[in-house]
């Protein structure tokens, strides 16, 4: 079974700092990736995704990740973060063969402060 | 489009208790997932549903079930409740749940007391 794991549990910068959110995810085959934010009171969005083609992907709110496949990471960055960025970051894996379940990490809260 | 929906927002219980919450998936969507979170585990999955059958399960005690109609719309049930169960329970949607994107709904929060 596929695992994911985000070793920055709780992540403290101040506004304009860049962000690099790590994920790593154990799974050898063909998997769909995902970021999603929980911001203070509010549902989980999505931010961004990768399911094939350019590796580099960019979502909103001027956030992107990187797949690199040999290192079965999908990083999550922003350069420059803003308070309004604080929130619970979780990154999700989903095997692509079959009806796999999606599995998630343990998420990262990051407060930026002003 | 409305986004997915979860009935009960709130809720309070008592140990041995049972509960039933809801999802109302987005239009269209036929599978509906449930997770649930607790501070420092992340979401852990329940099941999923498609086309009113589990089609994937998690590794949670039969006191956890669920079901599907056949509009989509999605419940699940806990029995005999205990305090480990506290948590805030979601519901996401997506179109067929194979290779396309979840769509999380707000969430009940289930205190168990």
């Known amino acids: 079974a596929q695992s994911v794991s985000q070793h920055n549990h709780h992540v403290i910068l101040s506004e304009a700092a860049s962000l690099e959110l790590g994920c790593n995810y154990s799974y050898g085959g063909t998997v769909n990736l995902f970021w999603y934010v929980q911001y203070p009171g509010q549902h989980l969005q999505l931010l961004l995704k990768?399911?094939?083609?350019?590796?580099l992907v960019k979502g909103i709110k001027g956030f992107e990740a990187e797949f690199i496949k040999s290192k079965f990471s999908f990083n999550l960055r922003k350069p420059s973060v803003q308070w309004s960025d604080t929130a619970e970051y979780f990154c999700?894996?989903?095997?692509?063969?079959?009806?796999?379940?999606?599995?998630f990490g343990t998420g990262t809260k990051l407060q930026v402060i002003p | 489009k409305a986004g997915v929906t979860q009935t009960p927002r709130y809720l309070i219980k008592t140990r041995g208790q049972q509960v039933t919450l809801s999802c109302s998936p987005i239009s269209g969507h036929r599978s509906v997932s449930w997770y649930q979170q607790t501070p420092g585990q992340g979401l852990q999955f329940l099941f999923e549903y498609f086309s009113e059958t589990q089609r994937n399960k998690g590794n949670f005690p039969g006191r956890f079930s669920g079901r599907q109609f056949s509009n989509s719309r999605s419940e699940m049930n806990v029995s005999t409740l205990e305090l480990g169960d506290s948590a805030l329970y979601l519901c996401a949607s997506s179109l067929q749940g194979r290779t396309d994107t979840q769509y999380f709904g707000p969430g009940t929060r289930l205190t168990v007391l």
């Open positions: 999700a894996v989903k095997v692509v063969e079959g009806y796999q379940k999606v599995t």
């Open positions: 990768y399911f094939s083609g350019d590796p």
